[in-house]
């Protein structure tokens, strides 16, 4: 019997098979996976801004890219993942409104995708798979069982990476 681990906004947890982790709703936030397929442990932070260091008081890590995949490796690596194992797939970072002068400040699922990418970058963490961008919202559902990410969207079809 598999429990579904739900994730909520500027949140995380982990989770070992049979159980699967979701998040659900991502807009412009990011959904990110990192997964130890040696060890089978997953986990999931739904991240809402790219960069904590422009914020006073940041008392959720979770929240941003640049804190929330620090806290989630230190999440996993309580449970028994090695960072050294990490592999991470993303999904989300829509632009949800358009918007006619395309401020900078407007674009935050496209600064969250690219914060979110720079973090793994420098932690030598590869993105086997992401889908990122576009105008539309998506649940995602990861099964550290199999190592797949299923992305639902209304009005779209089911997406497995």
Same mark, same amino acid.
């Given at each position: 019997?598999?429990?579904?681990?739900?994730?909520?906004?500027?949140?995380?947890?982990?989770?070992?098979?049979?159980?699967?982790?979701?998040?659900?709703?991502?807009?412009?936030?990011?959904?990110?996976? /990192?997964?130890?397929?040696?060890?089978?442990?997953?986990?999931?932070?739904?991240?809402? @801004?790219?960069?904590?260091?422009?914020?006073?008081?940041?008392?959720?890590?979770?929240?941003?890219?640049?804190?929330?995949?620090?806290?989630?490796?230190?999440?996993?690596?309580?449970?028994?993942?090695?960072?050294?194992?990490?592999?991470?797939?993303?999904?989300?970072?829509?632009?949800?409104?358009?918007?006619?002068?395309?401020?900078?400040?407007?674009?935050?699922?496209?600064?969250?995708?690219?914060?979110?990418?720079?973090?793994?970058?420098? /932690?030598?963490?590869?993105?086997?798979?992401?889908?990122?961008?576009?105008?539309?919202?998506?649940?995602?559902?990861?099964?550290?069982?199999?190592?797949?990410?299923?992305?639902?969207?209304?009005?779209?079809? @089911?997406?497995?990476?």
């Amino acid at each position: 019997m598999n429990n579904t681990i739900k994730v909520g906004m500027a949140d995380a947890n982990v989770c070992k098979p049979p159980d699967v982790i979701t998040t659900l709703g991502l807009g412009s936030c990011v959904g990110i996976v /990192l997964y130890d397929p040696i060890m089978k442990i997953a986990g999931l932070v739904h991240v809402m @801004l790219p960069d904590s260091t422009k914020i006073i008081n940041n008392s959720n890590k979770y929240k941003f890219a640049d804190t929330g995949i620090d806290k989630l490796i230190q999440d996993m690596e309580d449970i028994g993942a090695l960072k050294r194992n990490l592999v991470a797939k993303i999904a989300g970072g829509a632009q949800m409104f358009s918007f006619s002068n395309n401020l900078e400040m407007m674009r935050i699922g496209d600064r969250n995708v690219e914060a979110t990418k720079e973090k793994l970058k420098q /932690l030598g963490i590869p993105i086997l798979a992401e889908d990122t961008g576009a105008n539309y919202g998506r649940t995602i559902e990861f099964s550290p069982e199999t190592g797949l990410l299923t992305i639902k969207s209304f009005g779209r079809d @089911l997406k497995v990476l």
